[in-house]
C-alpha cells in the first residue's frame, strides 16, 4: 500500500508540473504590462508567465532569457507551494482517502464540468472506470491516477490541488 501511495504521489508531482509547467505556458509579450522592462538587455517577461522547469523565466517560444515581474514571481510561487503541498499531502493522506478527497471535488463540479471529467476518465458500464478494470495495482491507486489524468486534460488540476492545499 505504501508503493503504491508514493507511485500516487510521484504522479501528482509530474502530472502538477505538467499542469503548471512551462509546457502549457500560457503566451505573454516580452515586456508587455505585468514584466519588467529590459534590464542589460534581457526583455521583460510580460506578465503571467510560467517558470520553465529550471526555474528561470523565458520570452514564450524561444530560449531567451527574461525578467519576471510581480505576476511571474506570484505565478512561481503559487506553483512551488502546491508543488510542496502535494508533496506533504502524500504522507499525509492515505490512498483511499485521496480517491474520496477526488470523489468529493467531483460532486462540487458544475453539471458540464463533471461530464467533461467524467469523460475524460472513461467510465465503464459499471460505473467503474474503465482502464482500471484489469489493474496490476489497487483499484484506488489506479483510479487516483486516473483522476489525475483526467483532471489535467480538462485543466480542473489546479483547482484540486488547491482545494487540497489551500493558499495561506
Known amino acids: 500500500m505504501a508503493i503504491n501511495l508514493l507511485k500516487t504521489c510521484a504522479q501528482m508531482s509530474v502530472v502538477l508540473s505538467i499542469a503548471f509547467g512551462a509546457a502549457l505556458a500560457t503566451p505573454a509579450n516580452a515586456g508587455a504590462d505585468g514584466g519588467l ?49 502535494l508533496k ?35 467510465r465503464s458500464s459499471d460505473g ?14 489506479c483510479e487516483n491516477g486516473a483522476y489525475l489524468g483526467a483532471l489535467t486534460i480538462t485543466g480542473l488540476l489546479p483547482r484540486f490541488v488547491s482545494g487540497i492545499c489551500p493558499q495561506r
Open 37 to 85: 522592462g529590459p534590464v542589460d538587455g534581457i526583455p521583460g517577461c510580460g506578465g503571467g508567465t510560467d517558470p520553465s522547469p529550471d526555474g528561470n523565466f523565458y520570452v514564450p517560444g524561444s530560449l531567451q532569457k527574461c525578467n519576471p515581474g510581480k505576476a511571474d514571481r506570484q505565478k512561481l510561487a503559487s506553483v512551488e507551494f502546491l508543488e510542496h503541498c
Open 88 to 122: 506533504r499531502t502524500g504522507s499525509d493522506f492515505g490512498t483511499a482517502d485521496l480517491l474520496q478527497r477526488l470523489d468529493d471535488f467531483r460532486e462540487t463540479l458544475r453539471g458540464d464540468e463533471r461530464a467533461e471529467l467524467d469523460h475524460a476518465l472513461q
Open 128 to 141: 467503474g472506470i474503465a482502464q482500471c478494470g484489469d489493474a496490476d495495482e489497487s483499484m484506488a491507486s
